[in-house]
C-alpha cells in the first residue's frame, strides 16, 4: 500500500548546526504534507507543511523542502538547539478526505 | 481555548475487560480522528469522523468502537481489551474545508493491557 517512510532512524548534530531530516513517500498522488515534532510523553506538534503546488516553505528556523519527481520531503532546522531534540514524523495527507499517513520517525539528538 | 483534550492519561487493563478513551475538542472542528503509536513507530489511524453522526474506519480499526454525537467529543471505546491494544492513542481534530487541514494532536493516553 501507500507508505510515508523515513531514512535515517537517529540523528545526532551538535548544537549550532543545521539538522537535515528526511523522508520518501510513494503515493505520487499526495498533496499536502506535515512535519510534526513529538517530545518524550506528547502529542505530536506541527511544526510546517508544504502543498503539492510549492517546492519550498520556510518558517522561523524551519524550512521544507519537496521533490515530486523523487518523491522525496526534506525538513531542515536552522541553528539547531537543545529544545529542538525530539522525535520527527513526516505525513502526507492524502486524496481520501483528511487521513494522514506516518513515516516511522527519526530521533533528533543535539548535542551541547 | 484548551485546544484537543484526552482523558484518562494513563489506564490499566486486564485482558477482556472494556473501557472508553474520552477526547474533547473546542475549537469547533469538523474532523476528529483517533491514532495509536507503538514504540519506534509513526501513528496509524484507528477511526475518523467528519462531523456528528458520520464516522468511518482506518487503517486499524479492529477491536475498537467509536460514535459521534457531538461535534466536540470523539470517544474511543474498547469493547474486550487484548495486550496487542497496549499502545498510547493520540486523538486528533481539524477543520475540513476544501483544502488538507492541518490537524491537532491531544496529549494522549497511555493503555497497558495485561
Known amino acids: 500500500g501507500e507508505s510515508v517512510g523515513l531514512h535515517l532512524p537517529t540523528l545526532s548534530v551538535q548544537e549550532g548546526d543545521n539538522s537535515i531530516i528526511n523522508c520518501a513517500y510513494s503515493?505520487?498522488?499526495?498533496?499536502?504534507f506535515i512535519w510534526y515534532k513529538q517530545e518524550s510523553g506528547k502529542g505530536p506538534q506541527f511544526i510546517i507543511d508544504?502543498?503539492?503546488?510549492?517546492d519550498k516553505r520556510q518558517g522561523q528556523r524551519v524550512t521544507v523542502l519537496l521533490n515530486k519527481t523523487v518523491k522525496h520531503l526534506s525538513l531542515q532546522i536552522a541553528a539547531t538547539q537543545p529544545g529542538d531534540s525530539a522525535v520527527y514524523f513526516c505525513?502526507?495527507?492524502?486524496?481520501?478526505?483528511?487521513?494522514?499517513?506516518f513515516g516511522g520517525g527519526t530521533r533528533v539528538l543535539v548535542k551541547p | 481555548n484548551a485546544g484537543v483534550t484526552q482523558t484518562p492519561k494513563f489506564q490499566v487493563l486486564k485482558t477482556g475487560q472494556s473501557m472508553t478513551l474520552q477526547c474533547a475538542q473546542d475549537?469547533?472542528?469538523?474532523?476528529m480522528s483517533w491514532y495509536r503509536q507503538d514504540p519506534g513507530m509513526g501513528l496509524r489511524l484507528i477511526h475518523y469522523?467528519?462531523?456528528?453522526?458520520?464516522?468511518d474506519q482506518g487503517e486499524v480499526p479492529n477491536g475498537y468502537n467509536v460514535s459521534r454525537s457531538t461535534t466536540e467529543d470523539f470517544p474511543l471505546r474498547l469493547l474486550s481489551a487484548a495486550p496487542s491494544q497496549t499502545s498510547v492513542y493520540f486523538c486528533?481534530?481539524?477543520?475540513?474545508?476544501?483544502?488538507?487541514?492541518?490537524?491537532?494532536f491531544g496529549p494522549g493516553t497511555r493503555l497497558l493491557v495485561l
Open positions: 508544504i502543498r503539492s503546488n510549492m
Open positions: 505525513a502526507e495527507n492524502g486524496a481520501a478526505g483528511n487521513k494522514l499517513t
Open positions: 475549537m469547533n472542528h469538523e474532523y
Open positions: 486528533a481534530s481539524s477543520y475540513l474545508t476544501g483544502h488538507r487541514e492541518t490537524q491537532y
Open positions: 469522523s467528519v462531523g456528528a453522526g458520520i464516522t
Open positions: 503515493n505520487s498522488a499526495s498533496d499536502y
